[in-house]
């Protein structure tokens, strides 16, 4: 028997990830019946995954006003907004969802990911804890803390979550692309190419993402383990606030000939030599900015010695430099 042409059918093919033709039954729903929330619900979803976020969001906010009483429209606005970078308006929305419906473990997942990305760590792991009282063994909120926690005390940060996940959703690609990325920022290399390689085969759409995450990793795998850990010493020792160390300046002088070598290292690598869509321009932007800050540096101090500047005028560029290569930092 064929299935039931409803606005169920048309989320088993959001699940399979055939937005087009769930977007095709949504419109024949709506046009029989526009109060269809269901049917509605599913245009939105549909619109998100084909990347028409301008018209998701009106057909999320017209899902909004034809029932203000809906926790899962306010949810489909906060997951719209959100992709398009409206993060305050998206943890309004989902604030709200949480009011009409304050069991749903997920809808705490999607705020605690709103905190994080709005450099919040402590609210995002509040709103994950607060998740996990509902439903222990949510994905969203374990992943969702695990990365907050990363970001909020990297020290004493445990992996229990993160083996949690894996055993929950071996197979989900964010999952292993934020374990990679967790990895990769420790200098664990060889960890990390094993889960960013398991987030690229699961994912390959997700290629521009993930391919300089791989490069990364696979050229790292060809670092000595001593430079390494003069990484990790390094970053432990910034983030207990002495940004100021030996290791630093043995490690700015060891990276580049070790970057070199890897490079050589893995020239061969199809992953590393294809070229991605844009890149050659973002590289050709990056190096005309460079140019014009090596520019910009040489004339100033031609104009300091000129003009017989006092010693103050070289002094304060620098602090100014590095105080705002240190804020960058921090704010990483």
Known sequence: MAPARDAAYAWQLLHLRRPTQALELSAQLLAVDPSDLPALLARVEALRQLGRLPEAADAART??????QSDQAFAALAQVRGQ??????????????????????GYYGLLAQLHYLQNQPAAAVASADAGLRVNARHPDC???RAVAEEARAPLATT???FNLLLRLAPNSTLV???????LLRRYEPHAANTHLTEALRLAPTNSAELVPLLRQARRRQHWPAWLLRLHQQRRRSWEQGAPFSWQGPVAALATPVFWVWAWWCTRHDPLVRQPLPGERQALLRRGLALLVVAALV??????ALAFDLPPAAFIVPVILLVRALFDKRLAR
Not at 63 to 68: G, L, N, R, T, Y
Not at 176 to 182: S, V
């Open 63 to 68: 899902a909004v006003a034809q029932a203000p």
């Open 84 to 105: 398009q970078g409206k993060l305050y308006e998206a943890e309004q929305a989902i604030s709200e969802a949480l009011r009409l419906d304050p069991l749903d473990a």
């Open 142 to 144: 374990l992943l969702w």
């Open 159 to 161: 992996d229990s979550d």
């Open 176 to 182: 292993h692309l934020w374990r990679g990325r967790l």
């Open 298 to 303: 040489l004339g100033f101090f031609y104009f």
